[in-house]
């Protein structure tokens, strides 16, 4: 059992700090870290309230920025007069190199047992976590790469570090990191699996960059994939006060027009009552090669959001275009007027987005195309 006096000082003094720090040291980040590195612990003749103080401790020198924090990290221990009320200077001594050693790389292996635990902890091998921190790291630090250019670097990304051979490397190979580590190179070696979760993110994050840019405000829910509205019910009576919906994405019998048409969804539509209300003519839905074209976007993930994609229209076949220059066109339920709060995917189907109805009104002048409100019954 950790010592309860040690685990009320960290508690009060140590873990609110990681509240100031950037995502990837975040509290929830260090409280992952304390829970592995117990876990692991229990392996081997190590003394818990050590490993605890040095899991504790581990990122403390990012508040002096990312790139030598592990050193820091080791200074602020052996600088921390209280630790002497539970350790020996030996001790701490030994907690501080393991806090130092917890960016082990391949060439320079953690010192001791207390490092090579506090290391392995510090791994977070969640296979979507990490691809999701990959896109999002090119994004964030590329904006000059295209969607195929985020691609590629993802892929070369994963591969240096994660592929066989690559340079992570494993301290403990009985940890559970080395299951998950498996489980993320058959997602590696199957580009198809591996370019569906790419592109679930990098249009997620595309949606949120393009709100964010454009000052719309947005409340975002997390969820597991959701491919029908019963699935999602279950997931949607937990966002308060909001109007959530079905969308569809149809295109003529020429295969030159899309509609992309959004109702409240407990309402039903099929293909006939939809050509009356569209007066388009003979509809049916459009390929998921349409919709990535079109949208952006993949099957089950069919949103408004996807219209980001109908902006930039330089490279489209000019014959799909309508006369005001769009390739799609947008039906909604006037329905979906009379609520103040509506709900999205971000173009990814493992969260909801809500924004106001008033800001849905500037999202669609924003995209500039031409939308027509619909009576659904
Ligand atoms: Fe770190
Ligand atoms: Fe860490």
């Known amino acids: 059992m950790i010592n309860p006096e040690l685990e009320a000082y960290v508690e009060k003094e140590i873990i609110p700090r990681y509240r100031h720090f950037d995502s990837a040291h975040s509290e929830e980040h260090v409280r992952t870290v304390i829970k592995n590195a117990l876990e692991l612990a229990k392996r081997y003749d190590v003394d818990e309230n050590m490993i605890y103080a040095a899991a504790a401790y581990h990122d403390t020198g990012v508040v002096e920025g990312r790139e030598f924090h592990h050193i820091v990290s080791g200074r602020i221990i052996r600088a921390d007069k209280e630790l002497l009320r539970w350790f020996t200077p030996e001790q701490i001594e030994t907690i501080a190199q393991a806090a130092e050693d917890h960016r082990a790389s391949s060439d320079r292996k953690p010192r001791g047992i207390y490092g090579l635990i506090i290391a392995e902890a510090d791994r977070d091998i969640d296979p979507v976590k990490i691809i999701r921190r990959t896109v999002q790291y090119g994004f964030n630090r590329h904006p000059e790469l295209d969607r195929e250019g985020q691609w590629q670097r993802t892929v070369e990304h994963l591969m240096e570090k994660y592929a066989e051979g690559g340079y992570l490397k494993l301290w403990i190979p009985e940890s559970d990191n080395a299951?998950?580590?498996?489980?993320?190179?058959?997602?590696?070696?199957?580009?198809?699996?591996?370019?569906?979760?790419?592109?679930?993110?990098?249009?997620?994050?595309?949606?949120?960059?393009?709100?964010?840019?454009?000052?719309?405000s947005y409340e975002i829910y997390e969820h597991p994939p959701l491919f029908t509205i019963e699935e999602a019910l279950s997931y949607w009576g937990q966002i308060p006060e909001c109007t959530h919906c079905k969308n569809l994405f149809m295109r003529n019998h020429k295969g030159n027009r899309h509609y992309l048409i959004s109702f409240e969804c407990h309402k039903q539509m099929d293909i006939h009552g939809l050509e009356h209300a569209l007066h388009q003519g003979k509809l049916s839905f459009a390929s998921p090669e349409r919709m990535m074209r079109c949208l952006g976007l993949r099957p089950g993930s069919v949103s408004p959001f996807g219209l980001i994609e109908d902006m930039d229209l330089s490279g489209a076949d000019p014959k799909e275009l309508f006369e005001n220059g769009h390739r799609v066109k947008f039906y909604l339920d006037s329905e979906l007027m009379k609520s103040e709060r509506i709900s999205f995917h971000p173009c990814d189907n493992t969260a909801s987005v809500v924004i106001t109805k008033a800001d849905f009104l500037r999202f669609l002048q924003l995209w500039g195309g031409e939308y027509e409100l619909l009576e659904v019954s």
Do not use: M, P, S
């Open 179 to 216: 299951a998950k580590l498996a489980e993320l190179r058959e997602i590696i070696r199957d580009t198809e699996k591996l370019r569906e979760l790419f592109d679930r993110e990098y249009q997620r994050l595309r949606v949120l960059d393009f709100l964010q840019k454009n000052g719309i």
